[in-house]
């Protein structure tokens, strides 16, 4: 496997990164971020994709695994990882892409969802101090979110559905269309967040009181359907066909507990508590558990985290000084606790954890910065300056 090894591989991989810059700008202004801002964006991440493809080319990995798969005579498709073996094989096998060229293609879908994210911060700290827009970008900048995302698999497509949901829930229901886009992405290659997305839409619906009855009935009667549709396909495909009571899913859990225990990321996550495990999925390693220097630099991303937590969680608990009320935040809770109380006891491995927990963590960043209280207004700096041109579409 090399990165190029003909004239084709290395004019096509160009095409790509050149069609990749036209897509952020285009897709840019539809979040109303500047061409600008959205290029820097995309150069940033881009940057995360050739060092995620070198060290996967030196040390092997998943996305090594994609695309060797790809390279096999027609391959099957299904939900899964299968999917994302059959979406690479078109580029690998029918457009003849190499294998950093493929990694490019995977890491527009990563930069679409960067730029989603970014839009939805700029969002909701419009108008607010300094110190919150200047977290809020440091947020969008760790190394954490573009990494991950940056690479062949399931990733960059999970992080582009994540955040395109948050986007969607902002404005619902004019952005239905983009929701269910982003329901879509995330079933093809994470089926049982899906069903998370469609429950956690479902149940917001019922208990929101600021949509009118009409949409709320439409919009319950198609999640209920597609749930029906979802849920018995999503428990085959996570192993739970066969479950009958609750003893058959707590030896399912036990057993994906004892999965990925060896090398530097495995933890004995089966005698932690539950809210240890929690902790544990999203904030840690820290700085102390660090183990070589991409366990150090995820070890200063969860730094930013926690710093975030503890002054959402200081914001909720302390009544004055003004907030963001975000419209649709029961979605956002419902789904960031439903996902959060799925994966992290069913994870034993540090890496794993650092990967996923962006299929929810982008929820949980929104509704933090949103609880963090402001006392005085007078600081904020003149709404010219920060305020985004962002689009209703």
Same mark, same amino acid.
């Given at each position: 496997?090399?990165?190029?090894?003909?004239?084709?591989?290395?004019?096509?991989?160009?095409?790509? +990164? +050149?069609?990749?810059?036209?897509?952020?700008?285009?897709?840019?202004?539809?979040?109303?971020?500047?061409?600008?801002?959205?290029?820097?964006?995309?150069?940033?991440?881009?940057?995360?994709?050739?060092?995620?493809?070198?060290?996967?080319?030196?040390?092997?990995?998943?996305?090594?695994?994609?695309?060797?798969?790809?390279?096999?005579?027609?391959?099957?498709?299904?939900?899964?990882?299968?999917?994302?073996?059959?979406?690479?094989?078109?580029?690998?096998?029918?457009?003849?892409?190499?294998?950093?060229?493929?990694?490019?293609?995977?890491?527009?879908?990563?930069?679409?969802?960067?730029?989603?994210?970014?839009?939805?911060?700029?969002?909701?700290?419009?108008?607010?101090?300094?110190?919150?827009?200047?977290?809020?970008?440091?947020?969008?900048?760790?190394?954490?979110?573009?990494?991950? &995302?940056?690479?062949? !698999?399931?990733? &960059?497509?999970?992080?582009?559905?994540? &955040?395109?949901?948050?986007?969607?829930?902002?404005?619902? /229901?004019?952005?239905?269309?983009?929701?269910?886009?982003?329901?879509?992405?995330?079933?093809? $290659?994470? /089926?049982?967040?899906?069903?998370?997305?469609?429950?956690?839409?479902?149940?917001?619906?019922?208990?929101?009181?600021?949509?009118?009855?009409?949409?709320? $009935?439409?919009?319950?009667?198609?999640?209920? $359907?597609?749930?029906?549709?979802?849920? /018995?396909?999503?428990? #085959?495909?996570? !192993?739970?066909?066969?479950?009958?009571?609750?003893?058959?899913?707590?030896?399912?859990?036990?057993?994906?507990? !004892?999965?990925?225990?060896?090398?530097?990321?495995? %933890?004995?996550?089966?005698?932690?508590?539950? /809210?240890?495990?929690?902790?544990?999925?999203?904030?840690?390693?820290?700085?102390?558990?660090?183990?070589?220097?991409?366990?150090?630099?995820?070890?200063?991303?969860?730094?930013?985290?926690?710093?975030?937590?503890?002054?959402?969680?200081?914001?909720?608990?302390?009544?004055?000084?003004?907030?963001?009320? +975000?419209?649709? #935040?029961?979605?956002?809770?419902?789904?960031?606790?439903?996902?959060?109380?799925? +994966?992290?006891?069913?994870?034993?491995?540090?890496?794993?954890?650092?990967?996923?927990?962006?299929?929810?963590?982008?929820?949980?960043?929104?509704?933090?910065?949103?609880? %963090?209280?402001?006392? #005085?207004?007078?600081?904020?700096?003149?709404?010219?300056?920060?305020?985004?041109?962002?689009?209703?579409?």
């Amino acid at each position: 496997m090399e990165y190029a090894s003909s004239a084709w591989h290395v004019l096509s991989a160009t095409l790509v +990164l +050149l069609a990749g810059a036209l897509v952020t700008v285009s897709v840019g202004r539809r979040f109303g971020t500047r061409p600008k801002w959205a290029l820097l964006l995309y150069a940033w991440h881009t940057i995360f994709c050739i060092a995620y493809a070198k060290l996967v080319m030196e040390t092997g990995g998943d996305a090594a695994d994609y695309f060797e798969a790809s390279l096999l005579p027609s391959p099957e498709f299904s939900i899964g990882t299968r999917a994302v073996s059959y979406f690479t094989h078109i580029f690998s096998q029918y457009l003849g892409f190499s294998y950093l060229g493929v990694f490019l293609v995977f890491n527009i879908f990563g930069t679409i969802g960067l730029l989603a994210f970014d839009a939805v911060l700029r969002t909701v700290t419009a108008g607010r101090s300094r110190f919150l827009r200047g977290l809020a970008m440091v947020i969008v900048l760790l190394p954490s979110v573009s990494f991950w &995302s940056a690479a062949i !698999g399931k990733d &960059s497509v999970a992080f582009m559905a994540t &955040s395109l949901a948050l986007w969607a829930s902002l404005s619902m /229901p004019r952005r239905s269309w983009l929701m269910i886009i982003a329901i879509t992405c995330m079933f093809l $290659v994470r /089926p049982h967040i899906a069903a998370v997305m469609i429950l956690s839409l479902a149940a917001a619906m019922v208990i929101s009181s600021k949509m009118g009855w009409k949409w709320r $009935v439409a919009l319950v009667s198609v999640a209920m $359907v597609a749930t029906a549709a979802i849920v /018995p396909f999503t428990m #085959q495909y996570a !192993g739970l066909g066969e479950a009958k009571d609750a003893a058959t899913i707590e030896a399912y859990v036990e057993t994906r507990q !004892g999965y990925n225990q060896e090398g530097g990321g495995g %933890i004995d996550i089966a005698g932690m508590s539950l /809210p240890m495990q929690l902790f544990t999925y999203v904030f840690r390693p820290l700085p102390y558990e660090a183990n070589g220097i991409f366990g150090l630099a995820a070890s200063l991303d969860n730094v930013v985290l926690l710093l975030l937590a503890v002054l959402g969680i200081w914001g909720m608990i302390h009544r004055r000084g003004s907030r963001v009320v +975000l419209k649709n #935040q029961a979605f956002l809770w419902i789904y960031c606790i439903g996902a959060w109380l799925i +994966l992290a006891p069913m994870t034993a491995n540090l890496g794993i954890s650092v990967r996923q927990k962006w299929m929810f963590v982008p929820m949980l960043v929104c509704l933090l910065i949103c609880s %963090i209280r402001e006392r #005085q207004a007078g600081r904020r700096a003149p709404a010219a300056e920060y305020r985004p041109r962002v689009s209703s579409r």
